[in-house]
Each structure stands twice: as structure tokens, then as C-alpha cells.
């Protein structure tokens, strides 16, 4: 096979630099594996490491400061034939970090070489996450303050199946690197070496040295057995077929005469795990089975099972603009949390407001006529009482009718939820104005 | 007439898996997340892919692979997580990467707060990336506006190889509408164009008058370069003035030449008013019913609300102004836009009403600000 090396793009590197040995054994890796440049996408990102891509005849993504990996995922993903090869130096180990334990844990097909040369070489030779603590670096004394990152160690403990450290001078990089590209998983290889133009001007760094280091640590040469798992391109390709289609929006024509020609507007107020969002949900597909423009905006914080939950639904024979509700036709009141929340709508009632309020839940003094229902009182639990609110609202005639009601909850529920749900709303007592 | 309930979210992942889009990755956050849970839903059982990054960065990293690899991408966040992507946004411009960035606008500034609305991105979507090369924006009022323009985004991201931003607010994304699907526009899909055969390829050539490189995928059997360094049209790094001048010109008049053509707006003109209401994103509903309001008690406004912000509409903006000699800026920040508007209309009267308060601004408000200034 030929050489994959662009012949019009000779590597610059400077003289006696460990990645110009590095550029030559990879061309020979490809060599050896009957490799095209179609076949291949090189991916790199910033600093010495980041020129490889100009140096083949390859596909080629070179991109940001220790983002390679990223970009080396959505390519892998959209074509999962292609052999894609990522090389980073020390430096896009450190800012690029996350992405380098994501992609450990996730163990899509990607060969990583880092090219570890212990420092920013294109910068001024600053320290990187790699550098020696004795080391002398264009950092002045922090790299003494730090301790150095053990790349493989770290792959190892993030789940990479296969993972090598090497010596740039080792004889046999080519085969190690073809063995990591042949690894069906992710792939990193760890390679040591001399960057002359700054480490080791500063710094005694020899081959021999690197061995010495290198054989001081416990070796990392190739498939990680407790690491060894299904490769992620192609598991989630089988779980990917298995789902269900998604099904299409379900519309509604309208079957029902709306109750109101007027524009309605309700704010449910309630206690999280009282499901006023489903709640508000029913009564915005209640609108639609009578043919209204409905919107539903929902308040609820953060945390779940705790504290306020609000929903806000207008529903309105003319097309909705503003959202807002400053003077509900009806607030059904359910839970304190909520009512406590907005307090000052109570405040804005007019005569016409209907209040639902449930047994037990205080509201402020307002002007909106007051409906009391005792649900506690019925024997209904509390994650119902929204649900059964509904069923209040439709027996008064307010907002929905109970055609409408039965028809929303037949839109949205199933089997037994469904028959509980029309239990519910058909036999809850419509309680009493005050 | 049918009608189905849906929120904003839900509708910019419908109409993005109808645009063509194939490849989703997202991070969660608030309010944008559930445009992930649709992609998930909708994309994997299309043979469609759908990650969750391990963060912002990675998950617009991913998009821009896929992109270079051919598909259709787009990525969702909110305003600490689109900060993130700046870097990544600004690869996407200078490398011209088909890529369309939903931006959920939340409350600023910083985390600010999660489920509030706001539309204080609209400068940084613009100006949010190094080098300061024009992006395209457009920003949907309703649900409706939020499944179209997505179908637009996505055109206008392969016609024009560019970061296309969807600046959606957490009011219309989180809030459920009514919606007849039967009647939401459906611009015909394009993709992005490839070189004539049977010529040598250059990655970032562009023949004749045209002003976008053809686009061949990363992975097909023309060898494709793509790098963030200043390059020429070999898409090898130069450092030659006269191929960088040439190229970022290219890149900036690639967008700006095209502001009219971008240009969607919707203007409501009114009979005898001396106020132009000029406004956008979720608030324009309210100008809409201000001016009803004001309408009734026998007052008249205009309304000229803008569906693309970025590139400035501006002969649009400036045709809607006509002779009014008023003109009212609504906006959900603390007054962003309009420094545009200001800048394209000398000589006129231009107020400004900005609210940032977590709350939408009210119809009343506005009428108010039309009638007292």
C-alpha cells in the first residue's frame, strides 16, 4: 500500500522533534492495514499535535483546543465505516478533560494518540497537565505546585477497553498503533516523547530516559479486561432500531359546544405531587374537544414533591396572544403552597371570579364568589383532588362541560387510569357556594 | 379543523426531524431540555442519532462532526450553556458548518434563573463569537413560528453554510398551545449543495458569483479538509493577506447580502398612526393585543414584528417605518435591539420599553407606553 503522507505538505516539526517520528510511524500503521485516505478522517485540535492533519492524505477535521474528541464522535457516529484517528497533545488532555472521560465511559470506535511531550510546546513551553513538578517550564514555579496527570491511569479508571503507554523511540509504534486502531472500541495510546524546541532545551530528556520512567509505572499495554465491553457506535444502532416510532401529535376536531363564547381564563393553584400539570393538561384538551384555542403555562420549582405547583390555562374561542393572566375567571384553590405563591391575584378578583376551593385550603379575602368542596371530606387522596376539580368545574358549567371532560380524559388516559379518572370526575360532589 | 396541544419545544423538534434533520445532541438544562426528550422520542427510531453530551461544548462538537459528515444537525441549550458554546459557534462561522443553535432564552445574567423567560441573548447570539462575522437569527413569537422557522433555519444553514440560531424564550418553549397542524407553513426542504462533477475539489472554492462553497461530506470519496485555522480555499492554514481578506469578505457578504432575501417580518400597518410598535419574540402577542386595545378606544398604532433579527432586516424595518415619526422598541431585556433600530433611523423619535423582571410584558403596559411614552 502507499505511503498516506502528503508529499506537498512535508512535516514542519522542529529538528529532532518526537511527533516527525510519530508522523512517519503512523503513515506506516495506515500502510499495514491496506488503509485509503477515503478510509480515514484525521482529527486533531490545537498545538504541535494539531498540525498532523495537514500532513496526510486523508479526511481531515482540525478544530479547537481540546475538542477534537467531540468532533471525532459526531464524525464517527454519521459514518461508522470510516477508521477515525485523533490526535492531541498533553495540553488537550487538560483543557479538554471531560471529553476525554466521556469518551472513555462511552467506548465509541476512536483511536487516540496523545502526543506527550510534557509541555506547551507552540506556546513558550508553559507547563501542561503532564509536566514534571521538577521540571523547568515557562511557568515559572507552578508546575511545582501541581501534580502531573497519569493519562493512562485515568483512561483505565474512566472505562477505556484499551489503553498503551509508549515510548515514541520504541521500535514497534507502528504495530502498536495498528493494534490500537484494529481495537474495536476506544483506543488510546499514551506516547512519551521529546519536544526539542522548548523541554528539553531546559530539561535532560533522553529516549533512555523516557524508557527509565516508563518502566517505573505499571504498564498499560493494550485491552483493559475489566473494561471490555460492546462498542457504543454499534449498540446504539441496535437499540435505535428496537424503539417505537414516535407517534404524531394527536389533533382534535371539535365535537363539543364550548360552554362560553367568552375567553376563559383559570389558574389552578396547588402543592407538588397534586398533578395540577396533568390537570391543566385535561382541561386545555377539554378546550379542544369543544374547538377553543387553549395555552397552558405552568410555575413549579425546582425540586419535585415540595413546594408550590401552579397552572395557568385560557381557553378562548379567538386566537391567544398574551399568555398572561392577571384576572382569572376561575382560580381553583387546592393546596396552600400555591395559594401562597400568588397571594395577589386574589387581590385583582372581580365579583364574576369563581374561587373552587378546596376544604381546608385558606384563600385571602377577595371579591370572587367563593365554591367550596370538601374532596378530603369525600375520601379522595390528594393526588386526585385536581383531577376532581375538573370534574367540579363541569358539573357547574364553568369553563368545560362534562362532555368535554370525558372526552380530554379519553385523549390523554388509558385502560385503568382512564376508568379511575371518569370514576372520579362522575362521582365527586360538587360541593356548595359560600 | 383539528387542533393538537404542543409547546414551542416540541414543535421546534417536529420541525426540525421534518426539515431533515437527522443528528441531535443536547445537554440538559432548563428550559431547553425538552427539545431533547423529542429528539430522543422522534430520531432513533428514524435510524437518526440523538446524544446526550457531556456537556455544551461536546454535544455543538458532535453536531459539527455529523455536519461535516453530511447530516443535518442542531443542538439546543439555554444561555450558560449557548456561553459555552461560543467557541464552537465561532469554528462554525469561520469554517462555514451548516449547524442550526437553538437558544432558549432564560433570565440572565449567568445561571440567572432557569425557569423564567427573557430575551437577553440577542446581541451576545450575534456578537457571541470571535472574529465577529455575521450569523443568522430568527426569533419565533408562537408555537406555529418555532415549527417554521426551524423548517427555515435548517434551509437557511445549508443554503448559506452558517451557524442558523433559533432564538426561542422560555415562554413560548415551555408553554403548551393550541396548534392546527393542517395549517403550519412548510417551506420545501433544501440541502446543502454539491460541486459540479467532474472537477478537482477545493473545500472552500467558490465558483462565479456564488458566495457559498459547494459542500462534499467528510467520509465520501473525495478527500474533504475542514480546519478553524485562517485558510484558503484548499483548506490548508495561510497566512497570505490577499486569500484571508478575500475569504472573511466572502464570509460577511454571504449573510449581509443576503438581508433582504432573510428578511421575515410581519407588519401590521394601522390607518392614521403616528406610533410604529417595533418588537419581537413572545412579546410581539402582547404589542398584538395592545394595538387591538388601543384600536377600541380609537387609537391607532402600527406593529412591525420581527421574525429574523440577525442580519437586520433593515430595508424591511425602514419600509414599515414609512413617515411615522414614533417609534416604540418592546423588548424583554433592558434594551438590546434597539441600538439597531436606532442606528438605521436617524432623525426619528425612537423610545424604548424593556422589562426584565421574569415576567412577561403585559398588553396594558404597552398600550401605556404608546399612549404616555
Redesign the interface.
Known amino acids: 500500500m502507499d505511503s498516506l503522507l502528503n508529499a506537498a505538505r512535508p512535516p514542519v516539526f522542529c529538528p529532532g522533534c518526537s511527533h516527525e517520528r510519530i508522523t512517519q510511524t503512523l503513515d506506516k500503521a495506515f500502510q499495514s492495514m491496506q488503509l485509503s485516505g477515503e478510509h480515514i478522517a484525521m482529527v486533531s485540535d490545537i498545538g504541535c499535535s494539531g498540525l498532523f492533519d495537514t500532513f496526510f492524505h486523508t479526511h481531515a477535521l482540525h478544530g479547537l483546543h481540546g475538542r477534537a474528541l467531540t468532533y471525532a464522535a459526531g464524525i464517527k457516529l454519521a459514518r461508522p465505516e470510516l477508521t477515525v484517528v485523533v490526535t492531541m497533545g498533553d495540553g488537550g488532555q487538560g483543557i479538554g478533560g471531560a471529553h476525554l472521560l466521556a469518551a472513555c465511559r462511552r467506548n465509541l470506535d476512536l483511536t487516540l494518540l496523545v502526543l506527550n511531550n510534557f509541555n506547551f510546546g507552540m506556546t513558550g513551553g508553559q507547563y501542561s497537565a503532564t509536566t514534571p513538578p521538577d521540571a523547568e517550564v515557562g511557568s515559572g514555579f507552578l508546575n511545582r505546585l501541581e501534580r502531573p496527570l497519569d493519562i493512562c491511569g485515568v483512561a483505565r479508571a474512566a472505562g477505556a477497553p484499551y489503553v498503551v503507554r509508549c515510548s515514541a523511540y520504541r521500535s514497534d509504534v507502528a504495530d502498536v498503533i495498528r493494534k490500537a486502531i484494529e481495537f474495536k472500541g476506544f483506543s488510546l495510546v499514551d506516547i512519551w516523547g521529546i519536544c526539542p524546541g522548548r523541554f528539553s532545551k531546559r530539561n535532560r530528556l533522553t529516549p533512555k530516559a523516557i524508557d527509565d520512567a516508563l518502566a517505573r509505572l505499571a504498564p498499560a499495554d493494550g485491552t483493559v479486561p475489566e473494561n471490555q465491553r460492546r462498542e457504543f457506535g454499534d449498540h446504539y444502532r441496535e437499540m435505535a432500531a428496537a424503539q417505537k416510532p414516535a407517534p404524531p401529535p394527536q389533533a382534535f376536531a371539535a365535537r363539543f359546544t364550548p360552554v362560553s363564547s367568552d375567553r376563559q381564563e383559570v389558574i389552578m393553584l396547588g402543592s407538588a405531587g397534586q398533578r395540577i400539570i396533568t390537570a391543566g393538561e385535561i382541561l386545555c384538551l377539554a378546550g379542544l374537544h369543544a374547538g377553543l384555542n387553549v395555552t397552558q403555562k405552568n410555575d413549579y420549582d425546582i425540586t419535585v414533591l415540595r413546594g408550590p405547583s401552579i397552572s395557568e390555562m385560557i381557553l378562548s374561542p379567538q386566537e391567544i396572544d398574551y399568555t398572561g393572566i392577571d384576572r382569572p375567571s376561575v382560580v381553583v384553590a387546592l393546596g396552600p403552597e400555591g395559594v401562597a405563591r400568588r397571594k395577589k391575584v386574589f387581590g385583582s378578583l372581580d365579583e364574576t371570579c369563581t374561587i373552587i376551593q378546596a376544604t381546608g385550603v385558606d384563600v385571602p379575602p377577595g371579591r370572587g364568589r367563593i365554591h367550596r368542596v370538601d374532596l378530603k371530606g369525600q375520601g379522595l387522596k390528594g393526588t386526585d383532588w385536581a383531577l376532581a376539580s375538573l370534574g367540579v368545574l363541569s358539573k357547574l358549567g364553568e369553563v368545560i362541560g362534562p362532555e368535554m371532560l370525558e372526552a380530554a380524559l379519553a385523549a390523554r388516559l388509558r385502560g385503568d387510569a382512564l376508568a379511575g379518572a371518569l370514576e372520579i370526575v362522575r362521582r365527586v360532589e360538587p360541593g356548595e357556594w359560600v | 379543523?383539528?387542533?393538537?396541544?404542543?409547546e414551542g419545544n416540541?414543535a421546534i423538534a417536529?420541525g426540525a426531524v421534518a426539515a431533515g434533520c437527522r443528528?441531535f445532541?443536547g445537554y440538559p438544562i432548563?428550559p431547553a431540555t425538552t427539545i431533547l426528550n423529542?429528539m430522543l422520542?422522534?430520531?432513533?427510531?428514524?435510524?437518526?442519532?440523538c446524544?446526550q453530551?457531556?456537556?455544551e461544548?461536546?454535544s455543538?462538537?458532535?453536531?459539527?462532526?455529523?455536519?461535516?459528515?453530511?447530516?443535518k444537525?442542531m443542538t439546543a441549550t439555554s444561555g450558560p450553556g449557548i456561553s459555552l458554546c461560543s467557541?464552537?459557534i465561532s469554528?462554525a462561522i469561520g469554517s462555514e458548518i451548516p449547524i442550526v443553535i437553538v437558544d432558549i432564552q432564560r433570565l440572565g445574567p449567568s445561571t440567572g434563573s432557569?425557569?423564567r423567560g427573557a430575551d437577553g441573548d440577542v446581541q451576545f447570539l450575534q456578537w457571541g463569537n470571535s472574529g465577529g462575522l455575521p450569523v443568522i437569527v430568527l426569533a419565533p413569537a408562537d408555537v406555529k413560528d418555532c415549527y417554521t422557522l426551524t423548517r427555515h433555519a435548517f434551509n437557511l444553514a445549508e443554503q448559506h453554510r452558517c451557524p442558523v440560531f433559533v432564538a426561542s424564550n422560555k415562554?413560548i418553549a415551555?408553554?403548551?398551545?393550541?396548534?392546527?397542524?393542517e395549517l403550519l407553513p412548510a417551506p420545501a426542504v433544501i440541502d446543502r449543495a454539491a460541486p459540479p462533477p467532474g472537477q478537482p475539489f477545493l473545500p472552500f472554492q467558490t465558483g462565479g458569483s456564488e458566495d457559498v462553497p459547494a459542500f462534499l461530506?467528510?467520509?465520501?470519496?473525495?478527500?474533504?479538509?475542514?480546519?478553524?485555522?485562517t485558510h484558503g480555499s484548499d483548506?490548508?492554514?495561510t497566512t497570505d493577506p490577499a486569500q484571508i481578506a478575500r475569504m472573511l469578505a466572502r464570509m460577511q457578504a454571504k449573510v449581509n447580502a443576503a438581508a433582504d432575501r432573510l428578511a421575515l417580518c410581519e407588519h401590521s400597518p394601522a390607518d392614521g398612526a403616528d406610533t410604529l410598535i417595533i418588537t419581537y419574540g413572545?412579546t410581539a402577542?402582547?404589542a398584538?393585543?395592545a394595538v387591538r386595545e388601543l384600536h377600541r378606544s380609537g387609537k391607532q398604532a402600527s406593529l412591525l414584528v420581527l421574525k429574523t433579527l440577525w442580519p437586520v432586516p433593515a430595508t424591511a424595518i425602514r419600509r414599515a417605518v414609512g413617515d411615522i415619526r414614533r417609534i416604540l422598541v418592546v423588548e424583554m431585556n433592558l434594551g438590546q435591539y434597539v441600538r439597531e433600530i436606532e442606528r438605521l433611523l436617524p432623525g426619528k423619535t425612537v423610545s424604548f420599553y424593556g422589562q426584565m423582571d421574569g415576567?412577561?410584558i403585559?398588553?396594558e403596559t404597552i398600550t401605556e407606553a404608546v399612549i404616555h411614552g
Open positions: 379543523m383539528a387542533l393538537a396541544l404542543m416540541e417536529r443528528f445532541a432548563t423529542h422520542a422522534m430520531l432513533p427510531p428514524l435510524g437518526g442519532i446524544m453530551g457531556e456537556d461544548i461536546a455543538i462538537g458532535f453536531c459539527l462532526g455529523a455536519s461535516m459528515a453530511g447530516m444537525a467557541e464552537q469554528f432557569a425557569t415562554e415551555m408553554t403548551r398551545a393550541s396548534v392546527d397542524l461530506p467528510i467520509g465520501g470519496r473525495t478527500l474533504v479538509r475542514q480546519t478553524s485555522s483548506g490548508y492554514i413572545v402577542r402582547a398584538a393585543a415576567r412577561l403585559a398588553p
